[in-house]
């Protein structure tokens, strides 16, 4: 599996980052989101009641394969994977909506909580995705 951020999804992620100056690229008339960076990992560092982020896994093996999603929910969050389970061609390309929801209240924003998204393959391939929520507030 490969997550596959390339040079425009870096400038769009400095684009979202506010005070940057962004050179050698042009930023979108709407600016995503920090947590929309195609990378193996997610980070929400001010998650109020919901955020849907997206993710884009390739098959770089030679086989088609079947993954399927489970999660380890940071505390104080609600996790959910879209689609819970996907087969992938060799070379393509599938999406994953994985939205997360603020259950309870009470963590400062020095605090974090901290979960697993994990993709297990039916041909033995594992792959792991980190969470990290920070400050949440009541949905």
């Known amino acids: 599996m490969d997550f596959g951020a390339g040079f425009t999804d ?3 992620f400095l684009c979202s980052v506010p005070n940057i100056t962004v050179t050698g690229g042009t930023c979108p008339q709407t600016r995503g989101l920090r947590s929309d960076l195609n990378a193996a ?3 929400v560092g001010h998650l109020i009641r919901s955020r849907t982020v997206p993710r884009k ?5 030679r ?7 489970t ?6 969050v609600h996790v959910t994977v879209a689609p819970p389970a996907f087969t992938i061609l060799p070379g393509r390309t599938q999406q994953l ?3 997360l929801r603020a259950t309870e209240t009470g963590l400062s924003l020095s605090n974090s909580s901290f979960g697993l998204l994990a993709l297990t393959g039916n041909l033995g ?4 995705v ?3 929520v920070g400050y949440k507030s009541r949905a």
């Not at 896994?57 to 093996?61: L, W």
């Not at 086989?63 to 999603?69: A, F, R």
């Not at 999660?71 to 104080?76: K, N, Q, R, Y």
């Not at 391939?125 to 792991?128: F, Q, R």
């Open 10 to 12: 870096y400038v769009n």
């Open 63 to 69: 086989s088609i394969e079947t993954y399927w999603c």
């Open 57 to 61: 896994v390739t098959n770089v093996g």
């Open 41 to 43: 990992s997610i980070t």
């Open 125 to 128: 391939h594992h792959v792991k």
């Open 71 to 76: 999660v380890t929910a940071p505390l104080g």
């Open 130 to 132: 980190p969470i990290t």
């Open 97 to 99: 909506l994985v939205t």
